[in-house]
C-alpha cells in the first residue's frame, strides 16, 4: 500500500479548477452490457437513468510509480436533484466492468431523496470512454486491476470534495460521504471502505464478489438448486445430448443455436451455460424453466426447446451477443464498443478468476468447461505467463475473511454469484440473505426482476416484496446510523 505521503502526492496531480465542475442546479453508472461468460452486471439495453450529462476529469495512470505522471480522461456524471446545500451527504455510485452510461434510476434515486443526497459515479478505468489508451494490448492493460481502480475512486473522492468546497467558498469542509456498489463494482465498494476508511463513512456491498476463487464450482451447483428438481433435470438432460451431438453433428448443432462462428468447443459450451445462469442470476427463471419442463414432460426434443428459448430470449430479449464468446474477438485489441469483453477478461485471467467450471458430479454444465478451457482462453488471448493469482488478491482484501468496518453485504438467494461473496454477518458487518423465488443479483438496488431494469428498483414483482423490504429498511438504519456517527453529530440524515 501507498504511504500517507505518496497519497498526497497523488491528490495534488488530480486537483484542477473547480470550474470543471459543474454544480448548477439539478441536474450516474450501469453495467450494460453482457459480461463474457460471469454475467456479472447486465441491465436492459432500454435503462432508465437519473443523468446522462457526461463530465470529465484528470485521473493519474499509475497511482503507485514515483516517477510516472501520466495522466487520462476519467467520465463521472452528478445527479443533484435531491441534494441539500450544502451539508447533504454525497452516494459515490461505483461503475465496474463495463461502459457507465449515465446513473441508473434503481434504487439508489429512492436513497438520495431520503437522505437528501448528491450521487456521483465515476467509470472504471480502461472502460467506456474512460480508457488511458488507443489500443488494448497486453502490454497496454497493466494498469488495468483493482487496486488502481480503488487508488482512483480515492483521487476522484478528494477532488470533488475540494471542488465542492471551492464552488461553495469553504475551507477543508467534510460532507459526510457513502460507496454504494453491485457485484464486481460491490466488492470495490467493500474493498474501498476497507483500504480508504477515512475516505467514506461507509458502503453498500450489493451482491459483492469479495472472494476470488480459482475452482468456482459452488457456482454452477448454486444454478442447479435454483432450478428445483424439474428444471435441473431438463437441463442436465439438454447438456448431455449436446455433448453427444458435438461428436457427431458439430456443425449442425451449433447452427441449431445460431453460434456457428464458436469453432472452440469450449466457447460453444461456455455460451449455452450462460444462457441458463441468466435466467437465476436476473429474476427471470420461468422464462427459461417452464418451457423447458414443458417440453420434457410432453417428450418434445429438448435441445430444440432450448435452442428456441437462446435463441428468442437470451439473444433475442435479453441482447447476449454470440460474438462475446469468440476468442477470436476477445484478442481484438481496437478500442471500440465490444472492448469491455477483453478488458473482463484480463481483469479475470490476472486477478479474480472465478473460473466456473463444472463439479465433478451432477454438474449442469458440460463437463468440458473446465480448468484447461480457461488457463487456455487467458493464454490465447493474452499470451503466455497470464493468470489468475487469486492467493495474492484474497490476502491483499481478505474475500470473506475482510478486516473491514461498516460495510452491509446483501445477496439474493437464486444467485450463483453469492457464493463468492460474505454470507455470515459479523462485527459492524452485516450481511442479509434476501430470498425469494426471483431474488437474484443486486435485488436490493435492482428489485425484482434485476433484469431489465426496475424503476426505482421496484420490488413489487418479487415473490416476496417483504423480503426485499425487510433487507432495505436495515440497510437504511445503518445508512443513517454510520452518516450520523461519521458526521459527528448523532442527529438522523432522514
Not at 350 to 373: G, H, L, M
Amino acid at each position: 500500500m501507498a504511504t500517507a505521503a505518496m497519497t498526497t502526492m497523488r491528490l495534488s496531480k488530480a486537483v484542477i479548477s473547480a470550474s470543471l465542475l459543474l454544480l448548477v442546479a439539478l441536474s450516474g453508472c450501469v453495467h450494460g452490457f453482457v459480461a463474457p461468460r460471469t454475467l456479472l452486471n447486465r441491465l436492459s439495453e432500454n435503462n432508465n437513468y437519473l443523468t446522462t450529462e457526461e463530465l470529465w476529469f484528470n485521473q493519474t495512470l499509475d497511482h503507485y510509480s514515483p516517477y510516472d505522471h501520466r495522466q487520462f480522461k476519467q467520465r463521472y456524471y452528478e445527479f443533484l436533484d435531491y441534494f441539500q446545500v450544502p451539508d447533504g451527504p454525497i452516494f459515490l455510485k461505483l461503475c465496474g466492468e463495463s461502459s457507465c452510461n449515465g446513473i441508473a434510476n434503481d434504487y439508489i434515486s429512492i436513497l438520495a431523496k431520503k437522505f437528501g443526497a448528491a450521487v456521483v459515479s465515476l467509470e472504471h478505468r480502461y472502460y467506456g470512454k474512460s480508457t488511458p489508451f488507443n489500443s488494448h494490448t497486453t502490454e497496454n492493460l497493466k494498469y488495468l486491476s483493482s487496486k488502481q481502480a480503488l487508488f482512483d475512486l480515492a483521487v476522484f473522492r478528494q477532488w470533488y470534495q475540494e471542488s465542492l468546497n471551492l464552488k461553495q467558498n469553504k475551507t477543508d469542509a467534510e460532507n459526510s460521504w457513502f460507496v454504494f456498489g453491485i457485484s464486481y463494482s460491490g466488492a470495490l465498494s467493500a474493498w474501498f471502505r476497507l483500504k480508504f476508511p477515512h475516505l467514506t463513512c461507509g458502503s453498500l456491498a450489493s451482491s459483492a464478489v469479495v472472494l476470488a476463487v480459482y475452482n468456482f464450482t459452488e457456482f454452477d451447483k448454486q444454478v442447479g438448486e435454483s432450478a428445483g428438481a424439474e428444471c435441473k433435470a431438463a437441463l442436465q438432460e439438454v447438456t448431455q445430448v449436446v455433448d453427444q451431438r458435438l461428436t457427431s453433428n458439430k456443425k449442425e448443432l451449433k447452427k441449431q443455436f445460431g453460434a456457428a462462428e464458436l469453432e472452440i468447443d469450449g466457447d460453444f459450451l461456455y455460451f449455452l451455460a450462460d444462457a441458463a445462469v441468466i435466467a437465476f442470476q436476473y429474476g427471470n427463471p420461468d422464462k427459461l424453466c417452464t418451457p423447458l419442463v414443458e417440453a420434457k414432460k410432453a417428450g418434445e426434443d429438448l435441445v430444440g426447446a432450448y435452442a428456441k428459448y437462446v435463441k428468442e430470449y437470451y439473444v433475442g430479449t435479453f441482447g447476449a451477443s454470440v460474438e462475446t464468446y469468440n476468442q477470436k474477438h476477445l484478442k481484438k485489441t481496437a478500442v471500440d464498443e465490444g472492448s469491455s469483453d477483453r478488458l473482463w477478461w484480463f481483469q479475470v485471467c490476472t486477478e479474480v478468476a472465478y473460473f466456473q467450471v463444472a463439479p465433478a458430479n451432477d454438474s449442469i454444465r458440460s463437463s468440458k468447461v473446465d480448468t484447461k478451457y480457461h488457463l487456455d482462453l487467458c493464454k490465447n488471448v493474452f499470451g503466455e505467463g497470464i493468470y489468475p493469482d487469486v492467493d495474492v488478491t484474497n490476502i491483499y482484501y481478505g474475500g470473506t475473511k475482510i478486516a473491514g468496518s461498516r460495510i452491509i453485504f446483501t445477496n439474493g438467494s437464486q444467485d450463483p454469484w453469492r457464493h463468492a461473496s460474505k454470507q455470515t454477518s459479523s462485527p459492524d458487518m452485516p450481511s442479509y440473505l434476501i430470498t425469494c423465488h426471483n431474488c437474484g443479483h443486486g435485488t436490493d438496488m435492482r428489485g425484482c426482476p434485476q433484469s431489465p431494469l426496475s424503476i426505482e428498483g421496484n420490488a413489487e414483482n418479487c415473490s416476496s416484496s417483504d423480503a426485499v423490504q425487510k433487507v432495505r429498511q436495515q440497510m437504511i438504519e445503518h445508512i443513517d446510523l454510520w452518516l450520523s456517527e461519521c458526521k459527528g453529530t448523532g442527529r438522523s440524515f432522514m
